[in-house]
């Protein structure tokens, strides 16, 4: 079945690492790895990375990305309450020629 | 850096068709790919096609082939992106976001607002 999927939510303590997943398939992740965009609460999403580990200039190393097969992973270490946002990943998929969005996963930091 | 301005929002009838615009505020507009993205209230992002502003070449997911127009006048560094048949769950953000590596630069959003 087409489609990224996320956790719809995620919960960590303040200063900790949180570790996000997106699992797709050899069509769209496995094809040319996957992006990741965060996006606060009526603000338009930011890119973090793409094609797994490369970041825009501006973002900070605390956002690293990885990719293992079809599933991709977003880390965050030292977390701040500003990092407390909805996170989503995306891809292409190569077989629908289509761009593929995660239904995306809330981070709460506590 | 470059910025993406977008029209104002935007109260629409069933039926009826909605047009933002997405004003990119340097002249290397022809340079990247303008992507059109939209969410629904409360929902996650929805990918609906991209344009390339060099050529005017468009590619459009299958869900919106038959409704999206997408057009570029390059004099004026500007994308728009039309959508015809307006239903109730149209209503959205609709953004364009410019492409180096993936959805890099990101406009304001546009409310469309499909109501009678």
């Known amino acids: 079945q087409a489609g990224l999927t996320q956790p719809p939510s995620v919960s960590k303590d303040l200063r900790q690492t949180a570790t996000l997943t997106c699992t797709g398939s050899t069509n769209d992740v496995g094809y040319q790895g996957a992006a990741w965009l965060q996006q606060h609460q009526g603000h338009p999403p930011k890119l973090l990375s793409y094609?797994?580990?490369n970041r825009p200039s501006g973002i900070s190393e605390r956002f690293s990305a990885s990719r293992s097969r079809n599933t991709a992973s977003l880390t965050i270490t030292g977390l701040q309450p500003e990092d407390e946002a909805d996170y989503y990943c995306?891809?292409?998929?190569?077989?629908?020629?289509?761009?593929?969005f995660g239904g995306g996963t809330k981070l709460t930091v506590l | 850096q470059v910025q993406l301005v977008q029209s104002g929002a935007e109260v629409k009838e069933p039926g009826a068709s909605a047009k933002v615009s997405c004003v990119a505020s340097?002249?290397?507009?022809?340079?990247?790919?303008i992507h059109w993205v939209r969410q629904a209230p409360g929902q996650g992002l929805e990918w609906m096609g991209w344009i390339n502003p060099n050529n005017g070449g468009t590619h459009c997911a299958q869900k919106f082939r038959d409704r999206v127009t997408m057009n570029r006048d390059t004099s004026i560094s500007t994308a728009y992106m039309e959508l015809s048949r307006l239903r109730s769950d149209d209503t959205a953000v609709y953004y364009c976001?410019?492409?180096?590596?993936?959805?890099?630069?990101w406009g304001q959003g546009t409310i469309v607002t499909v109501s009678s």
């Open positions: 995306s891809a292409w998929d190569n077989t629908l020629g289509a761009w593929l």
């Open positions: 976001a410019k492409e180096e590596g993936a959805f890099d630069i």
């Open positions: 094609r797994d580990n």
């Open positions: 340097e002249s290397s507009f022809n340079g990247y790919i």
